[in-house]
């Protein structure tokens, strides 16, 4: 199966306390990262620059296509506990304008600084049979400096298969859980929730010790991406919340699919009332 993710990676600078750590990182990496374990990706992005060995790990996940740029993305995220986190944007890469011409099994949409137009929604909908999408990007303001967020009508959305936000990020859009087929709310370490046609269920994240969560909702969306084409929804959600808790503890996909399976039979998802 052929999955295309489309979205700007990142030149990521980690702070936490004195320590300063410079990194590649982008949504598009990291569920590009998750979704190699399920599928032959190609990664549609845009950056002028970056370490050899960088690019490197890029093609070693899958196919790289390139928007020319004078720039790269560049973040600055300082962490003042592994939860809790301020961004700066200090450069911005091309934006994407259009999809190649072909059709995929999954196409995943994750910009990170408003680099995706809503018409590329509607032409990923014509050219994937499963198409998931992140939030934020989308409602970033593009501006150089502190992140700020944009009120977005949200009907540019409507129609996509898996749609994922965190909490606090689904108030600054105008969309209702039923506009999408499935709906995750991320919450960090505490309780998420999730809609499946309309349904709302509660999930409990698998407690793991981490120094910081970067890439922790992008992981869970590529997962849940490649487990919701083999599983039904439930089974889907538990096991990507064993993936994300598996890569957090070590920051790393070393990990197997037994793994996950096994883990998996540990997370609670529940049905509520509203």
């Not at 977005?152 to 859980?177: A, M, N, Q, T, W």
């Not at 407690?207 to 599983?231: H, I, Q």
Request: hydrophobic share 40%; with cysteine.
């Amino acid at each position: 199966m052929r999955c295309l993710i489309v979205g700007h990676v990142v030149r990521d600078i980690i702070k936490r306390g004195t320590h300063v750590e410079e990194r590649l990182g982008g949504g598009a990496y990291y569920s590009a990262l998750a979704l190699s374990k399920f599928y032959e990706v190609e990664i549609l992005t845009s950056f002028s620059d970056l370490p050899g060995e960088w690019i490197e790990r890029l093609c070693s996940i899958g196919k790289l296509r390139i928007v020319p740029s004078q720039e790269t993305t560049t973040y600055e995220l300082n962490y003042t506990d592994s939860n809790t986190r301020t961004l700066r944007l200090l450069a911005r890469a091309s934006p994407i304008k259009s999809l190649p011409k072909k059709n995929y099994d999954v196409v995943l949409l994750n910009p990170v600084a408003n680099e995706i137009p809503e018409e590329l929604v509607s032409e990923a909908l014509k050219r994937g049979r499963l198409v998931s999408a992140d939030l934020q990007g989308f409602i970033r303001s593009p501006e150089l400096g502190s992140v700020k967020f944009l009120r977005r009508e949200g009907s540019f959305l409507r129609g996509i298969h898996v749609l994922h936000s965190d909490f606090s990020e689904f108030k600054h859009v105008e969309l209702e859980p039923g506009d999408v087929d499935v709906l995750l709310l991320s919450n960090g370490p505490k309780p998420g929730k999730a809609y499946h046609c309309s349904i709302p269920y509660r999930f409990l994240p698998v407690p793991v010790s981490t120094e910081e969560t970067t890439g922790a909702g992008d992981v869970f969306l590529g997962s849940f991406t490649g487990f919701y084409r083999r599983n039904a929804f439930v089974e889907a959600l538990k096991r990507a919340v064993a993936f994300t808790s598996l890569f957090l503890k070590d920051r790393s996909m070393g990990f197997d699919m037994e793994d996950v399976e096994e883990l998996a039979e540990k997370v609670r998802v529940e049905a509520i009332n509203g």
